[in-house]
C-alpha cells in the first residue's frame, strides 16, 4: 500500500516537474520573442513601391525549419521607418546590398544576428566584433552561400586587435604629429597615425594583422581599408621636415600604394576596398590595386555631396576598377538635413526626406554593374540591421545598360528581368504610364500612371504571373522580356507602356499640367 502511494507521489512529481519545465521553456521563448518584436516596433512599409509578392511567412517558416533555425519569421513593422531582417536562408542573390557593420550598437543586440547579417550579400566586419560579440561567419555562409564578408581593417584610429604591438608615444612611436611635435587626433579619438614613421613601421604592422588575423584562415573574402585617404590629414607632417608640402603628400601616397601593392601580391583573389570619404580621383594609382572604393555619407551633408557628385564618382570609379570583379559601395545614411552626429544616434524615425535619399540611392546604384548599396545611421555610427521593403525585391538580371531621357529629358533607367528602376535626378517630376505587368500599391488620382517626384526614384517590379494589372488585365507569359546579356541592348518590349517626354513631356509643377496642355 505504502509501495503504490510512493509511485503515485513520485508520478505527481514527475508530472509537476515536467510542467514546470514546460512552463520556462514557454518563457523563455516568449520572452525572445517579445524582444524581437519590441525591436520590430513601428516600422513602415514604402508607399509608391509596386512588389511582386512570391514568398508567404509560411515558405519562409518551411524554409528555416529545413536549415535548423529556430524562431518565427520577421513581421513587418509599421512607423519607424526599418524592421529587422528575417533569418531565413537566402534562396537567390538580391545582388546589391551590403552592410557597413562595424559597431556594437543597441540596433544590433537582437537574437539570431548572424543569421539576419547574411541577408546582405557584401558584409563588412569588424573582426574585434566578431570575437567579443560571437558573430559566426561559418552561420553567415550556411544561411547564404554567396555572402562576401570582409574585414574591417581601420587604418586611422585602430581598434583593439590592431593596437596589439604597437609601440606607446615616445620619440620612436608610430603616431602622426604636426609640424611643431604634437600629435594629431581625429574627430573619433584617439590619435591619427604616421603611414612613413620609422620606416613604414605602422603599414607593416598591418599587413601582419590583416594576413593573421584576417585572410590566412580563408573566413573572410576580403578587406575593407577604411581611412585608406588620397590625401594626408590636413597638418600632418609625414616626413618630419616641420613643413607640410607636397612632399607629405607624395609620402602619404607611396606608404598606401606599398600596403596595397603588398596585400594584392600575396593575397591575388581577395577582395580590397578602401574608403577614404568620397571616391578617390581618377588619378589616383589605388585603383590599381583594389576592386572599388566607399562613397560615405553618399547624399549627405557631412562630407558626402549631392546627386551629381555621386553619379559623377560612381560611374568614374567603376570604370577605374573594372579591370577585376568590382565592389563599389554607395553608402547612404542620415546624416543630411544639418543633423549632428548626436541627433544620427538618437533618431529613432526617418523622415520623408530619409525615405526620398534612400530611394535615390538605391536607384542609382542599380544602374550600374558592381554597385552594393548601404543606409545605416553614418560616420563613426555604422552597426544597424535596418531592412527595407525595397530589400525584398528580386530584380534578376539586368538586360541593358542605363539608359536616358527614356521617360522624360534628364531621367535614368534600366530594366531588368522582374522590374525597372527609374531615377528622376531633376527638378520637375516624371509621369510613368502604368501598363500590363505591374500595378501601382496605391493608385494615383487623375490616372493610371506612377509619379516619380524630383530628386526621388522609384524600383518598379512586375506581377505575379495571372495577377492583375491597375487596368484589370491578366499578366501572361507573352507580357515578359527574355534575358539577355545585360551588355546587349534589348528590343523595346515591356510588360508597361513606357511614354518618354515626346509623348508627354515636363510636368509644369504650377499650373500642374503637361506642357501638351492636358491636366495632370
Not at 19 to 26: D, Q, R, S
Not at 304 to 313: E, M, P, Q
Not at 424 to 433: A, D, F, G, Q
Amino acid at each position: 500500500m505504502n509501495t503504490a502511494r510512493d509511485c503515485g507521489r513520485k508520478i505527481l512529481l514527475l508530472h509537476w516537474m515536467a510542467c514546470v519545465a514546460l512552463g520556462m521553456t514557454l518563457i523563455h521563448q516568449l520572452s525572445a520573442h517579445g524582444r524581437d518584436q519590441a525591436d520590430q516596433r513601428d516600422g513602415v512599409t514604402c508607399a509608391n513601391l509596386f512588389v511582386w509578392k512570391s514568398l508567404g511567412v509560411s515558405v519562409a517558416e518551411t524554409a528555416r525549419v529545413k536549415a535548423g533555425i529556430a524562431g518565427r519569421a520577421v513581421e513587418p513593422e509599421t512607423g519607424r521607418g526599418w524592421s529587422l531582417p528575417d533569418f531565413s536562408p537566402v534562396s537567390s542573390k538580391r545582388g546589391y546590398l551590403a552592410n557597413y557593420f562595424h559597431m556594437d550598437l543597441p540596433d544590433s543586440r537582437v537574437g539570431h544576428v548572424s543569421e539576419r547579417l547574411a541577408q546582405w550579400d557584401v558584409v563588412i566586419l569588424n573582426h574585434d566584433l566578431v570575437e567579443a560579440r560571437r558573430v559566426s561567419i561559418e552561420r553567415m555562409r550556411r544561411i547564404n552561400p554567396r555572402v562576401r564578408i570582409l574585414a574591417w581593417v581601420p587604418l586611422q584610429g585602430p581598434n583593439n586587435g590592431m593596437m596589439k604591438g604597437v609601440p606607446k608615444k615616445s620619440s620612436r612611436d608610430w603616431y602622426a604629429r604636426k609640424t611643431d611635435g604634437s600629435y594629431l587626433v581625429p574627430h573619433w579619438g584617439g590619435n591619427l597615425m604616421n603611414p612613413c614613421a620609422q620606416g613604414r613601421a605602422w603599414m607593416r604592422h598591418v599587413l601582419r594583422y590583416a594576413r593573421e588575423e584576417c585572410l590566412a584562415s580563408g573566413r573572410y573574402d576580403g578587406l575593407m581599408l577604411d581611412c585608406l585617404w588620397h590625401q594626408p590629414p590636413a597638418g600632418l607632417d609625414v616626413n618630419g621636415d616641420k613643413v607640410v608640402d607636397q612632399g607629405d603628400a607624395a609620402g602619404w601616397q607611396d606608404a598606401m600604394l606599398f600596403l596595397l601593392r603588398e596585400l594584392r601580391a600575396a593575397f591575388p583573389q581577395a577582395i580590397l576596398v578602401g574608403n577614404g570619404g568620397l571616391p578617390w580621383p581618377h588619378e589616383s594609382r589605388y585603383y590599381d590595386f583594389v576592386n572599388g572604393c566607399m562613397h560615405e555619407n553618399a547624399l549627405g551633408d557631412q562630407f558626402g555631396g549631392d546627386w551629381n557628385v555621386l553619379w559623377n564618382s560612381y560611374k568614374m570609379a567603376v570604370a577605374r576598377a573594372a579591370h577585376r570583379p568590382t565592389y563599389h559601395f554607395v553608402q547612404v545614411d542620415v546624416r543630411a538635413d544639418q543633423r549632428s552626429q548626436q541627433d544620427a544616434a538618437r533618431l529613432s524615425t526617418l523622415t520623408a526626406n530619409d525615405r526620398r535619399r534612400f530611394r535615390l540611392g538605391l536607384g542609382t546604384t542599380l544602374l550600374l554593374d558592381g554597385g552594393y548599396f548601404g543606409f545605416d545611421r553614418g560616420d563613426c555610427l555604422h552597426g544597424q540591421l535596418w531592412w527595407f521593403e525595397e530589400y525584398n525585391l528580386d530584380l534578376g538580371r539586368p538586360l541593358e545598360d542605363y539608359r536616358t531621357d527614356r521617360f522624360a529629358h534628364g531621367s535614368l533607367s534600366r530594366e531588368f528581368e522582374n522590374g525597372i528602376v527609374i531615377v528622376n535626378p531633376t527638378e520637375t517630376s516624371i509621369k510613368v504610364p502604368a501598363g500590363p505587368g505591374f500595378a501601382a500599391h496605391e493608385k494615383e488620382p487623375g490616372g493610371e500612371g506612377i509619379l516619380v517626384p524630383p530628386w526621388d526614384a522609384r524600383v518598379l517590379v512586375k506581377l505575379a504571373l495571372g495577377s492583375k494589372d491597375s487596368l484589370g488585365r491578366s499578366v501572361s507569359f507573352s507580357e515578359r522580356p527574355k534575358a539577355k546579356d545585360h551588355r546587349q541592348k534589348t528590343e523595346d518590349v515591356r510588360p508597361w507602356l513606357a511614354v518618354g517626354e515626346r509623348d508627354y513631356g515636363p510636368l509644369d509643377e504650377l499650373s500642374g499640367r503637361w506642357d501638351d496642355g492636358r491636366p495632370r
